[in-house]
């Protein structure tokens, strides 16, 4: 059973600590390093899932069923690319380029998403604001790149989906952006300290500014961690989204990569 938090406007499920990429399923001997597979291959089901986010206060009917089985599938893709063929990098991380190749060469997996584009961001591990000011400048990017992103669908075309796969101090996890509910989600399939195993969060679209800031708050409470990196690739179901990239993108791309100082007079609880 997941234990329930809620922060403000934010709902948490911790998971068993025995539900987590290294300890669930028949192939989590692999699973120390599988977090982005199983972040792409999560991302890939929800993506085919009629309708997985209903409402905020709720834990998705299928959670359990597709986190489990992401993980599962996410070790496996890498005990048969990586593990079998070089067990002397049996502790490599992926990027998220091989990570979908190494996932497309496991045919049965029918995997459909295309990454749209890549950025990056800067940080300063040493500011006492850092906290908030992180958290602030990753709502900027998404705030932008969702509202491009849906001006390139159009009315005709509009999309029900986009994901976003963050890399920070070697962890991958998956953030998802639901149209039709409203619905931010971030899932994140390390174990977090002794007790608590994956974790899900999930909040409305308005109120994305909260998941951000828990979520680098959770990075340094639980794992030390103030990376001063992040990188950020976005993803989508839509056949060819990569080659109708509005050339807009391609500049706002390389301004969100520019660290920024950022005052915000109202702090964030």
């Given at each position: 059973?997941?234990?329930?938090?809620?922060?403000?406007?934010?709902?948490?499920?911790?998971f068993p600590?025995?539900?987590?990429?290294?300890?669930?399923?028949?192939?989590?001997?692999?699973?120390?390093?599988?977090?982005?597979?199983?972040?792409?291959?999560?991302?890939?089901?929800?993506?085919?899932?009629?309708?997985?986010?209903?409402?905020?206060?709720?834990?998705?009917?299928?959670?359990?069923?597709?986190?489990?089985?992401?993980?599962?599938?996410?070790?496996?893709?890498?005990?048969?690319?990586?593990?079998?063929?070089?067990?002397?990098?049996?502790?490599?991380?992926?990027?998220?380029?091989?990570?979908?190749?190494?996932?497309?060469?496991?045919?049965?997996?029918?995997?459909?998403?295309?990454?749209?584009?890549?950025?990056?961001?800067?940080?300063?591990?040493?500011?006492?604001?850092?906290?908030?000011?992180?958290?602030?400048?990753?709502?900027?990017?998404?705030?932008?790149?969702?509202?491009?992103?849906?001006?390139?669908?159009?009315r005709d075309?509009?999309?029900?989906?986009?994901?976003?796969?963050?890399?920070?101090?070697?962890?991958?996890?998956?953030?998802?952006?639901?149209?039709?509910?409203?619905?931010?989600?971030?899932?994140?399939?390390?174990?977090?300290?002794?007790?608590?195993g994956a974790?899900?969060?999930?909040?409305?679209?308005?109120?994305?500014?909260?998941?951000?800031?828990?979520?680098?708050?959770?990075?340094?409470?639980?794992?030390?961690?103030?990376?001063?990196?992040?990188?950020?690739?976005?993803?989508?179901?839509?056949?060819?989204?990569?080659?109708?990239?509005?050339?807009?993108?391609?500049?706002?791309?390389?301004?969100?990569?520019?660290?920024?100082?950022?005052?915000?007079?109202?702090?964030?609880?």
């Amino acid at each position: 059973m997941a234990i329930h938090e809620q922060i403000d406007n934010l709902n948490i499920w911790w998971f068993p600590r025995d539900f987590c990429q290294s300890r669930f399923g028949e192939f989590q001997q692999s699973g120390t390093n599988s977090c982005t597979l199983i972040s792409l291959i999560l991302a890939d089901k929800v993506a085919k899932a009629e309708r997985f986010y209903h409402r905020v206060s709720d834990l998705p009917m299928r959670g359990w069923e597709l986190f489990g089985n992401a993980m599962n599938d996410g070790n496996n893709v890498y005990h048969n690319v990586i593990t079998a063929n070089t067990p002397q990098a049996r502790n490599l991380n992926l990027n998220i380029p091989d990570a979908i190749a190494a996932i497309r060469s496991q045919h049965k997996m029918n995997f459909r998403l295309e990454e749209w584009f890549y950025t990056h961001m800067e940080a300063d591990p040493t500011n006492p604001m850092y906290n908030r000011n992180v958290a602030v400048q990753l709502s900027r990017i998404f705030q932008i790149t969702l509202q491009v992103f849906q001006q390139a669908g159009g009315r005709d075309n509009m999309p029900s989906h986009l994901f976003a796969a963050i890399i920070a101090d070697s962890r991958t996890v998956m953030v998802t952006f639901d149209f039709r509910a409203s619905i931010v989600a971030l899932f994140d399939s390390h174990q977090h300290g002794r007790d608590a195993g994956a974790v899900f969060a999930q909040c409305t679209l308005q109120n994305m500014d909260d998941l951000l800031f828990w979520f680098i708050s959770m990075l340094h409470n639980v794992y030390s961690s103030r990376p001063s990196l992040f990188e950020i690739s976005f993803l989508s179901s839509q056949p060819g989204v990569a080659k109708r990239i509005p050339p807009a993108i391609k500049k706002i791309a390389g301004e969100l990569k520019k660290p920024t100082k950022l005052n915000v007079p109202k702090p964030m609880n």
